[in-house]
């Protein structure tokens, strides 16, 4: 059975500071892994996707890659700002005919000024 | 575009009382998902439609849980009836596809902001 676990379940930092948000999950047989922001009372909010055959994503300060065979995946973002601060969540499909995705808990980022 | 829609947002019942949570995929989106998050547990998958099956119900809890999808835009989750450990927030996502082999973002899934279920 598959099962992601995210480290840090929290995480501070001042504004400026760069960060990694790790996932790991335990079967490497995935389809695609989503990283996702969810804000106090409200719903998810999908930031990158990297499909099983590639290594990495970006999308302006946000980078994500993928290791399949370690079965680990990382966020990073670059030059944090306050506006970070939310739960970041992974989620991993396991196979293309199933699409139901599997999330870890998540990690709580506060960004102070 | 307006996202996937969901209503009510909050939602406070009694225990026993029949609750029906809905929800409006984005136009042209074709799979439909039911998660379920608590502090305990995290998000977790109850239903998901594609082209207006359903494809994998396990995750529903128990009979008293039952979803629909009358047409290619909207569904229903009833609880009948409800308990208090159903207290949970429901969320809604679509897709453009599901189970397809796609690329780019395509399998992307997006969310709706979620009920909010107290049951008292």
């Known amino acids: 059975k598959q099962e992601v676990t995210q480290i840090p379940a929290a995480l501070s930092v001042p504004e400026g500071e760069n960060l990694v948000l790790n996932c790991s999950f335990t079967d490497s047989a995935i389809y695609n892994l989503q990283w996702f922001r969810q804000d106090p009372g409200k719903g998810l909010t999908s930031l990158l996707l990297?499909?099983?055959?590639?290594r990495e994503q970006t999308s302006g300060r946000l980078n994500a890659s993928l290791d399949k065979s370690s079965g680990r995946s990382t966020l990073y973002i670059a030059a944090s700002q306050p506006g970070d601060s939310a739960t970041y969540l992974c989620a991993v499909i396991v196979s293309q005919a199933g699409t139901a995705l599997i999330f870890g808990k998540g990690t709580t980022l506060s960004v102070s000024s | 575009d307006a996202g996937v829609i969901q209503s009510p947002r909050h939602e406070v019942t009694e225990m026993g009382q029949e609750v029906t949570l809905r929800c409006k995929l984005i136009?042209?989106?074709?799979?439909l998902f039911w998660y379920r998050q608590t502090m305990m547990r995290g998000l977790e998958l109850l239903i998901y439609?594609?082209?207006?099956?359903?494809?994998?119900d396990s995750g529903m809890p128990e009979d008293r849980f039952s979803a629909k999808m009358p047409n290619a835009s909207f569904s229903t989750l009833k609880i009948q009836p409800s308990e208090p450990r159903d207290s949970a927030v429901y969320f809604c996502a679509s897709s453009l596809a599901g189970g397809v082999r796609t690329s780019g973002r395509t399998d992307t899934q997006y969310f709706g902001p979620g009920t909010r279920l107290t049951v008292l």
């Open positions: 990297i499909q099983s055959s590639q």
């Open positions: 439609f594609n082209n207006n099956v359903p494809i994998d």
């Open positions: 136009s042209g989106h074709n799979s």
